[in-house]
């Protein structure tokens, strides 16, 4: 799990390249809970948050290009 300090320290490549494969990761959990062999449901949560928080250090960047 990564920080939000880490998160922003990341360029925009590593950023777009690390949410795609987060939200593959969370596909695959999925639909391990769904067939009940995932053994931390809470890896759901964390993976969830983390695209949250990639998606909100680049929308800032954008905002701050555009500003």
């Known amino acids: ?3 939000i300090n ?3 320290a990341m360029s925009a490549s ?3 390249k690390k949410l795609k494969e987060d939200k593959k990761e969370l596909l695959h ?3 391990q809970h ?4 995932l053994d931390n449901p809470m890896k759901l ?3 969830r948050k983390e695209i949250a928080r990639i998606l ?3 929308r800032e960047r954008e905002l701050k290009e555009n500003a």
Do not use: A, C, G, K
Request: net charge negative; proline share 0%.
């Open 14 to 16: 590593e950023l777009t």
């Open 6 to 8: 880490d998160i922003r």
């Open 34 to 37: 769904s067939i009940n062999q």
């Open 29 to 31: 959990l999925r639909f």
């Open 1 to 3: 799990m990564m920080n």
């Open 56 to 58: 909100t250090v680049l």
């Open 45 to 47: 949560v964390e993976i």
